[in-house]
């Protein structure tokens, strides 16, 4: 069995030596080919259907955005579009938890039930749907330009290397890169397989070697002691962020050999100091697009501005206040819905998230009281890290409805972890050798990070400064890496992203 990242990694290897090979000025023609054929392969038939039908709807809500003369027609065919995108997402979303339409889908098909799920969700809808809503938005307020050649907007919607996880990218930042026809610089493939090895050495070496652990102590939480269940939601933490960077490593790594440099979608959250620089840091594309295509929105929408005016006279903290919790809201409903529309997902993914963003912001007045009163508390180390494990464990309780099945499983396993809490750790989950492994992963993890917050960039250390001799180093390196210490081979069933699923 081969998983779709697999898939991915041998569509690039066969297509980069092409690429590289044919005139500059075919390529985007090769890469939309390579991309049809890899979305067709990852999605069969159905729902290589779906895409090019959602892609379609963007293309021609852009296209009569551009036509249209006034304002109020261009609004009009704006919201219907982004309605209809919108639709279309919910639907799909909605296909796991609404039974009845299974059952319809089932019957009207003539398909099997268990199967249902697995047909009718679109790979890499998540991701494409809000890049195609990005888009639209984008021409209308005239950030970006309507591209007339349906091929070409074709291609950048459905870009291979990021249409299964992102990122979200804009298209004012990629349709130079898309069709250039500039020569490719040796050091942008130096750094890409660099980073595409480092990103398949986190996740084959770290990520899954994880994952062997929190699903064995997860799905039967019962039969182990409540330590257990804390250690596994602690090491979930370290699997979900070396599983989702690997995958962001390994996407534009392969993009960087291509010439085409995709936005960054980490910047070392778990450093964070609070949960609004967190949701700075983690999936930032996705951040971006909440922040510029719904909370913005919204906050300057005419309903809100009306409210905020009403609550002036009441108190200045009202003003204020209800009008962002109100954008926090309608933010976080949409995270929900778009990371599975379940309960847990909508507890997890929204109702937690929003619920520590209000709550950061209604004590803002009094931290910004007691910063000023101890000026240098912010920038001392031991208060830092402390905030920074507060933050991470209070993410812990969002990452819970992650690895539960259900929003019921999911508040037991709080409860047993908190109010049963022993300290019995007799049963073996893991070989040492395997622990080991993790520790020294997270180390490096851990080491690569403190080097970036220190704005201290390895690609321009490595690509500029660095002997050539160290990169084939490094890389040999990398390579023996995967290769000892690697799950893989034919006894082992590789694991997707966990992203992957949305």
């Not at 501005?305 to 926090?328: A, D, G, M």
Request: charged fraction near 15%.
């Amino acid at each position: 069995m081969t998983s779709a990242w697999q898939t991915l990694l041998l569509f690039f290897a066969i297509s980069f030596i092409i690429y590289h090979l044919i005139s500059a000025k075919i390529r985007w023609i090769f890469l939309l080919i390579v991309s049809l054929v890899f979305l067709f392969a990852v999605s069969g038939p159905l729902c290589f259907v779906y895409t090019l039908i959602f892609v379609l709807i963007s293309y021609l809500g852009a296209y009569y955005i551009n036509k249209a003369t006034t304002e109020r027609a261009k609004i009009e065919i704006l919201v219907i579009t982004i309605a209809a995108l919108f639709f279309g997402l919910l639907l799909f979303k909605f296909t796991n938890v609404i039974v009845p339409f299974n059952v319809f889908i089932s019957k009207f098909f003539n398909i099997p039930k268990k199967f249902v799920n697995t047909i009718i969700i679109p790979v890499g809808i998540s991701y494409y749907t809000l890049i195609l809503i990005a888009y639209v938005t984008d021409v209308y307020r005239k950030v970006t330009t309507f591209e007339k050649n349906f091929f070409k907007y074709l291609l950048f919607s459905i870009y291979f290397p990021q249409i299964l996880m992102g990122p979200i990218v804009r298209h004012s930042d990629t349709k130079e890169q898309l069709f250039s026809t500039k020569p490719i610089e040796f050091s942008c493939i130096q750094y890409g397989i660099i980073r595409i090895l480092w990103g398949i050495a986190k996740k084959i070496v770290i990520a899954d070697r994880i994952a062997l652990i929190v699903n064995s102590i997860f799905g039967n939480y019962i039969a182990y002691p409540s330590c257990y269940l804390v250690l596994g939601i602690v090491l979930f933490g370290v699997q979900f962020y070396a599983d989702f960077s690997a995958a962001m490593d390994i996407v534009i790594g392969i993009s960087e050999c291509l010439g085409i440099r995709l936005p960054e979608n980490f910047r070392n959250p778990f450093f964070s100091t609070s949960f609004h620089q967190y949701w700075q840091r983690w999936h930032v594309t996705i951040f971006t697009f909440y922040r510029d295509y719904i909370f913005y929105p919204v906050l300057r929408s005419k309903p809100i501005t009306v409210l905020k005016k009403r609550l002036e006279k009441s108190s200045k903290f009202n003003s204020n206040h209800i009008p962002i919790f109100i954008s926090y809201i309608v933010v976080w409903l949409f995270a929900g819905f778009w990371h599975g529309a379940d309960s847990k997902a909508m507890f997890g993914n929204c109702f937690l998230p929003c619920m520590y963003l209000i709550f950061t912001d209604i004590i803002h007045d009094y931290t910004k009281k007691l910063y000023k009163k101890y000026k240098n508390l912010q920038k001392n180390l031991i208060y830092r890290i402390f905030q920074m494990i507060g933050v991470y464990i209070l993410l812990c309780f969002c990452w819970i409805f992650f690895v539960s099945q259900t929003l019921t499983k999911g508040f037991m396993i709080i409860f047993k972890s908190i109010f049963e809490l022993k300290f019995d750790f007799s049963i073996k989950i893991a070989e040492p050798k395997d622990l080991y492994i993790i520790l020294v992963g997270f180390i490096l993890i851990l080491v690569v990070d403190i080097i970036k917050e220190n704005k201290i960039s390895i690609e321009n250390f490595y690509t500029n400064k660095l002997p050539v001799i160290f990169h084939w180093c490094a890389i040999t390196v990398l390579l023996a890496i995967i290769f000892w210490f690697g799950l893989y081979g034919p006894n082992y069933n590789p694991m997707d992203f966990v992203y992957f699923r949305f």
